[in-house]
């Protein structure tokens, strides 16, 4: 059964810490894996990461996926309120046809 | 404006009463899907759609019709809602299933079957 499953469920830190926070995934025939932001609404895109080993990076937040291994990590530096929200990592399977969501880690920011 | 638009955005109904949630996008896309949100299960796949008149069940499609006779528009259909359908649904759109690009999302309907 294909499933992503995210880790940890939640997480509060203060303004200013780094935080981690993992993807494993079980899917059939791997395209892509996708990191979302999600505050109270739709999900906005973050990365999309198709290959091993690539860092994608945008300001205070990076992802790199470990194809072999199949995780992918997101890391945010120097946390603000702002990034308070539900992560959410999704696969993309088969054909591109099939996305599998894990639940999601909420993240609470703390000045 | 770039945009997935559904309709509505609340609804509360009940049982057996059948609806409709629109959902278009303006973006010329040619995949289109429906997702529900739950507490500890996240979102997961109900029905998707390739192109004009190609549509597929994802994970959870018991309970749903879809239907796509026009590129810009995917409705979602409940027949016969039960309280078991009470969720919150996005809608998505790609530009087309053969790209690596990512989907966008509409706002939501949050829909309580009583």
Redesign the interface.
Known sequence: EDKVVQSPLSLVVHEGDTVTLNCSYEVTNFRSLLWYKQEKKAPTFLFMLTSSGIEKKSGRLSSILDKKELFSILNITATQTGDSAVYLCAVEGNTGNQFYFGTGTSLTVIP | EAQVTQNPRYLITVTGKKLTVTCSQNMNHE?M?W?RQDP??????IY?S?NVEVT?K??VPEGYKVSRKEKRNFPLILESPSPNQTSLY?CASRLR??S?????????TRLTVL
């Open positions: 995949y899907s997702y500890g299960l996240g979102l997961r796949q998707y390739m597929d994802g994970d996005f299933l053969s690596y690009n990512e989907q966008f999302f509409g706002p939501g």
